[in-house]
């Protein structure tokens, strides 16, 4: 019998590594500061929507293959969304000019000399200089080896580089940026449907998982903040949550997938991710007319991405710092302005929320991206995992699945 599990945050990362040990025969004790799991991936109750929303609009690809996967054990893969072809409506609010880029389904992208299903005043040659960032040298910047203007830029990948890394694209790193359009752009348009939660976060990431533990007699424990960890030797020998204190024996394994900052606070010498960028996503209640598009790409606007429920239209935008001292009922106003004309609904600012979440991610800068910690620790029996650990990805839900299903692997020897 495998030595029971001790799983410390109850975010995607922990349960994504909870429910691999689960599933391999651990006995698993999940351990989760708040009041309820799925971290920085959360659906609640907004008392001034009177509705549940999510903190943040989560876009995922049909490519993310570890988010598949840990859908498909947890058995939600039916609760992701979305049309099934790769195929993003966009909107420049400058010009007005409405266009959807459509990608064929297989490796060779065709699509891109389709001028009807390239991104309009973009030719082949501008699709060819994204090689460059493909063969980046290690620590390169993506402005160091990809000009980040011109029409494909500001139409394309631009906003697809700030919303995966969520960093300025010229600063971000461009290893991560090679990492997300190696795994996307490169492998045809069935690995990038775009899929969203429909019925929210929770219900797709959160809630199946739990159910997934809870109904094989594995323990989620909320409301429990580990406060130390006591190590002895080349092992940790206990967990202090301040009340109680859980002693171990020598094989239980410790994964530990909380914060950077709370992780580097808790193991001796453990270099971390310092920076971080915010993101504020907006939500409006309203009925919204079937008309509006799943998700719609803005360029030139406040809003960058405007995802459409059948009660309330919500908007993302990435790498926000500077919106974070806007006063709140100004900022509502001015994203209600952009969407009003995205969606065509002509009517008075609705009922609305702005959530903004500052260390939404660690920074994808390249010096950041290098002090990311691996799996592995100085103590045989504590993993990491968490989305800033060296996943090589981008702050994502399919980073913060690879790493559980990482920290699960070290343990299960494989
Ligand atoms: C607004 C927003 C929008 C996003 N959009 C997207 C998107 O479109 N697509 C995408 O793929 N990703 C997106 N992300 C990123 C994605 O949410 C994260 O990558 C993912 O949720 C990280 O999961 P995690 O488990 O690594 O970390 P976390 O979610 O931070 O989980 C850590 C957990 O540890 C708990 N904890 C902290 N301290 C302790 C302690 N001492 N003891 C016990 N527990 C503790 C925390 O409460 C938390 O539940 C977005 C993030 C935000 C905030």
Redesign the pocket.
């Known amino acids: 019998m495998p030595g029971h599990a001790h799983i410390?945050?109850?975010?995607?990362?922990?349960?994504?590594a909870a429910v691999r040990l689960a599933s391999q025969g651990y006995p698993v004790t999940v351990?989760?500061?708040?009041p309820?799991?799925?971290?920085?991936?959360?659906s609640y109750h907004d008392p001034a929507l009177d509705m549940e929303i999510?903190?943040?609009?989560?876009?995922?690809l049909s490519g993310?293959s570890a988010?598949m996967g840990y859908l498909d054990v947890i058995g939600a893969r039916d609760k992701l969304k979305g049309p099934d072809s790769a195929s993003f409506p966009f909107v420049d609010l400058a010009s007005g000019e409405r266009w959807t880029l459509r990608a064929n389904e297989g490796l060779i992208p065709w699509w891109v000399m389709s001028p009807r299903r390239r991104v309009p005043g973009t030719h082949l040659r501008d699709y060819l200089a994204l090689m460059r960032l493909l063969r980046a040298p290690v620590g390169a910047a993506i402005g160091d080896v990809y000009e980040c203007r011109g029409v494909l830029h500001d139409r394309l990948i631009g906003p697809l580089l700030l919303?995966?890394l969520?960093t300025e694209p010229h600063e971000g790193s461009a290893a991560l940026a090679s990492a997300v359009i190696r795994e996307t752009l490169m492998k045809g348009g069935r690995a990038y449907h775009p899929l969203v939660a429909h019925e929210g976060?929770a219900a797709a990431?959160v809630t199946p998982a739990l159910d997934f533990l809870v109904s094989r007699g594995h323990q989620v424990s909320f409301n429990?903040?580990?406060?130390s960890l006591q190590f002895e030797g080349n092992r940790v020998a206990s967990l202090d949550?301040g009340e109680t204190d859980v002693a171990l024996d020598r094989d239980n394994p410790v994964i530990l997938?909380?914060?950077p900052v709370?992780a580097g606070s808790?193991v001796p010498q453990l270099r971390v991710p310092t920076e971080f960028r915010a993101?504020?996503?907006a939500h409006f209640k309203l009925d919204v007319p079937a008309s509006v598009p799943p998700i719609t790409g803005v360029v030139n606007g406040t809003v960058e991405w405007l995802f459409a429920f059948p009660d309330r239209l919500s908007v993302?935008i990435?790498a926000a710092d500077r919106l974070l001292d806007t006063p709140r009922e100004e900022l509502a106003a001015t994203i209600w302005a952009d969407v009003a004309r995205i969606s065509g609904v002509a009517r008075e600012m609705p009922p609305w929320q702005i959530?903004r979440?500052r260390?939404?991610?660690f920074a994808a800068l390249p010096h950041q991206n290098a002090i990311r910690p691996g799996t592995r620790t100085g103590w045989h029996n504590l993993a990491l995992?968490?989305?800033?650990?060296a996943t090589g990805l981008?702050?994502?839900?399919?980073?913060?699945i690879r790493?559980?299903n990482r920290a699960a692997e070290f343990f299960l020897g494989e």
Not at 8 to 16: F, P, R, S
Not at 31 to 34: F, S
Not at 394 to 400: D, L, R
């Open positions: 410390i945050g109850a975010g995607i990362a922990g349960l994504a351990y989760e500061a708040a309820q799991a799925g971290g920085r991936c959360r999510d903190n943040g609009n989560h876009l995922v993310n988010a919303a995966a969520n976060l990431f429990k903040r580990l406060r949550f997938a909380v914060p709370v808790l993101i504020v996503n993302t990435s959530v979440e260390r939404a991610t995992a968490g989305d800033w650990t981008p702050g994502t839900i399919e980073g913060a790493s559980g």
